[in-house]
């Protein structure tokens, strides 16, 4: 009774968990197409949409503390409720890194455009969507390869990162009035690139529940990284 | 003779999180040092040492785990471990984005400089090393007054980060020969900015650890932040 109790408990929790990773990806994903479409309603949106998951955190956090405190689980059992109190704080972070986004977009003051660069952009974004939705899969199935997979991925994400930074550079050499323009699609970039960051950190937590190893994945990725 | 046991790990716990914070400090301090005087050993002396914090991490990690699963405390206690738990990964990525600057201090190529961009970088270091030495100070004393104080010191390296984003600009319209350059001293401003936050979420972890409660402290600074 006691351990079905807890079995319970401990789905409940993944349960959450995946549910505060869906709403930080629906975050990231308004955040990038309202930047795009310069929609400053959608990103009032995600703003406004970020409390929940703040929420969701702390909600996580104490019932993850209550369990050990109540439960005093040990081995497998305490290593998969503190990976659940170290992997929300990084969604939490990356929902503050959509709402980064978000707030550059209300920022923006009709500067020149560059579609090639919005198209990277939106490209750079679906391929971080895509990793945030295979996280929280490889997460749910405690897939230790498919964690590591996932964050040799983030490698593209800094291809792309690279790729923008030399087509902002590019364009600004040739038009200084295109300066201000490209340091927000720099900033966008910044903050994309940083999402797929704390992807790599849930891999890590993936790994840990996993193998009880903690490992330093992509620690020479940053070498390639531009911003 | 339990509870004597128990007092004397966690005490060994804090002494190692603070060793922990304070090479992590050294190495942010030598990094921008290494950066400004494009000084590629010292560079290297801070990727060298990466290694160390990275495996003080894993330590404190598996001594804060055991620490739970053997003596399974409880409230205050059990809220101690969690917050070394929380905090060391902190540490450990400020360490990271001292890599960064390390790295970036590798990379560049005889750019023309600026004096003056580079004399504001140094304050901003210099006032981001005084918040990594509060924090750990503030963490030993489990002070929540003096943590929420050193959390809105982060605005001021907003500050720095919008002075800079300011100066780059200028001088990138001003002369196309700078942008590589400015573009260099934009990734150091921005990677001074991350660990900036990452102060203020150890000073989220110790008003945890003093209150139980877990709150986002600066949530809107970030509207004034460029990068």
Same mark, same amino acid.
């Not at 709402?99 to 679906?126: D, F, H, Y």
């Not at 929280?136 to 930074?165: C, G, H, P, Q, T």
């Given at each position: 009774?006691?351990?079905?109790?807890?079995?319970?408990?401990?789905?409940?929790?993944? $349960?959450?968990?995946?549910?505060?990773?869906?709403?930080?990806?629906? +975050?990231?994903?308004?955040?990038?197409?309202?930047? #795009?479409?310069?929609?400053?309603?959608?990103?009032?949106? $995600? =703003?406004?949409?970020?409390?929940? #998951?703040?929420?969701?955190?702390?909600?996580?956090?104490?019932?993850?503390?209550?369990?050990?405190?109540?439960?005093?689980?040990?081995?497998?059992?305490?290593?998969?409720?503190?990976?659940?109190?170290? +992997?929300?704080?990084?969604?939490? !972070?990356?929902?503050?890194?959509? $709402?980064? #986004?978000?707030?550059?977009? =209300?920022?923006?003051?009709?500067?020149?455009?560059?579609?090639?660069?919005?198209?990277?952009?939106?490209?750079?974004?679906?391929?971080?969507?895509?990793? $945030?939705?295979?996280?929280?899969?490889?997460?749910?199935?405690?897939?230790?390869?498919?964690? !590591?997979?996932?964050?040799?991925?983030?490698?593209?994400?800094?291809?792309?990162?690279?790729?923008?930074?030399?087509?902002? *550079?590019?364009?600004?050499?040739?038009?200084?009035?295109? *300066? *201000?323009?490209?340091?927000?699609?720099?900033?966008?970039?910044?903050?994309?690139? !940083? *999402?797929?960051?704390?992807?790599?950190? =849930?891999?890590?937590?993936? =790994?840990?529940?996993?193998?009880?190893?903690?490992?330093?994945?992509?620690?020479?990725?940053?070498?390639?990284?531009?911003?």
């Amino acid at each position: 009774m006691f351990r079905q109790n807890f079995d319970d408990e401990l789905n409940d929790l993944h $349960v959450r968990f995946s549910e505060m990773g869906m709403m930080v990806n629906e +975050a990231i994903y308004k955040s990038v197409n309202a930047f #795009i479409n310069h929609d400053k309603t959608l990103a009032q949106e $995600v =703003i406004d949409a970020d409390v929940q #998951i703040n929420e969701r955190e702390v909600d996580l956090e104490k019932r993850s503390f209550e369990m050990i405190a109540l439960q005093q689980p040990v081995t497998t059992d305490l290593r998969m409720i503190v990976t659940v109190m170290k +992997a929300s704080s990084d969604l939490e !972070r990356m929902g503050d890194h959509a $709402v980064s #986004i978000a707030k550059s977009t =209300i920022r923006v003051k009709g500067n020149t455009r560059a579609p090639e660069i919005e198209e990277t952009l939106a490209q750079m974004a679906t391929k971080v969507k895509q990793m $945030v939705e295979e996280v929280l899969d490889a997460y749910v199935k405690s897939d230790e390869k498919r964690a !590591r997979k996932i964050a040799k991925e983030d490698l593209l994400v800094d291809e792309f990162s690279n790729k923008i930074y030399k087509m902002c *550079i590019k364009q600004m050499q040739e038009d200084s009035d295109t *300066i *201000i323009g490209s340091m927000d699609y720099m900033l966008v970039d910044s903050y994309l690139e !940083r *999402i797929g960051d704390y992807v790599t950190n =849930i891999c890590e937590w993936i =790994i840990y529940l996993d193998t009880g190893k903690l490992i330093e994945l992509n620690s020479n990725s940053k070498e390639e990284n531009v911003l």
